[in-house]
């Protein structure tokens, strides 16, 4: 008896894992055809992200159409970073945070600098998971370029998700902390673990200790949803 629902608990998960895998073979098959739909029409289905022909990462959203994503600059910026030690990578780190760091308003923010009416945002807006990220990549970009400018501008950017600093975070009544991508209306569980690891990595390079507390309390929220 034992040795047969042994058996049967290993066909389960042997099941469990082909539906897996099945599915995952599903996810790509529908990117594959949504990232050609929007390369031969210019429209698609579904988000995605593509190359544009500027060589830079971009996204297309259904109903907005191509718009430059700088959380994906961002993220792509420090990636270079971690593996600058080939040149081609140090010079794409180098450009790519260039223009991340160019791209800060005068509210010393990283603007989304398109309207997405499906979430009753108008240009420019920002998000959560776009600041945290941009902080590590300017993070980084000072600290290789030991450039105290860069650096206080990466402390800004990462001081707007602190909560009552604006509009990315807002404390909940037990104390945690959750991080918002489309406005105060709208949990994104997407984009919270964005806003979390990026928030992980900067208290990794930089060791701002508020980084950590937020981290926790964020990882809090999101236990309880």
């Not at 971690?82 to 223009?99: G, H, N, V, Y």
């Not at 290789?144 to 860069?150: E, G, I, K, S, V």
Request: proline share 4%; charged share 20%; with cysteine.
């Amino acid at each position: 008896m034992k040795a047969a629902l042994n058996k049967l608990v290993c066909l389960l998960i042997s099941l469990g894992f082909s539906i897996l895998i099945w599915q995952a073979g599903e996810v790509k098959l529908a990117v594959f055809w949504a990232k050609a739909s929007v390369r031969i029409s210019g429209n698609g289905f579904q988000e995605v992200t593509y190359v544009s022909s500027d060589s830079l990462l971009r996204s297309y959203i259904p109903g907005v159409g191509k718009v430059p994503d700088p959380l994906l600059l961002a993220e792509e910026s420090y990636r270079m970073y971690k593996t600058r030690i080939e040149p081609e990578r140090l010079d794409a780190f180098l450009k790519l945070s260039e223009k991340l760091e160019n791209s800060i308003d005068t509210s010393g923010r990283i603007p989304q600098t398109y309207d997405y009416k499906a979430a009753r945002l108008v240009q420019p807006w920002y998000n959560s998971a776009t600041q945290a990220a941009s902080a590590v990549a300017l993070a980084a970009r000072a600290g290789y370029l030991r450039n105290p400018d860069t650096f206080q501008k990466a402390k800004i950017v990462f001081s707007y998700l602190i909560p009552d600093s604006g509009t990315l975070s807002s404390r909940l009544p037990d104390g945690s902390v959750w991080f918002w991508e489309f406005g105060q209306e709208n949990y994104s569980m997407k984009g919270m673990i964005q806003t979390l690891l990026s928030l992980h990595e900067y208290h990794r390079i930089v060791g701002d200790p508020l980084a950590a507390e937020l981290f926790s309390s964020g990882v809090k929220a999101l236990q309880k949803k």
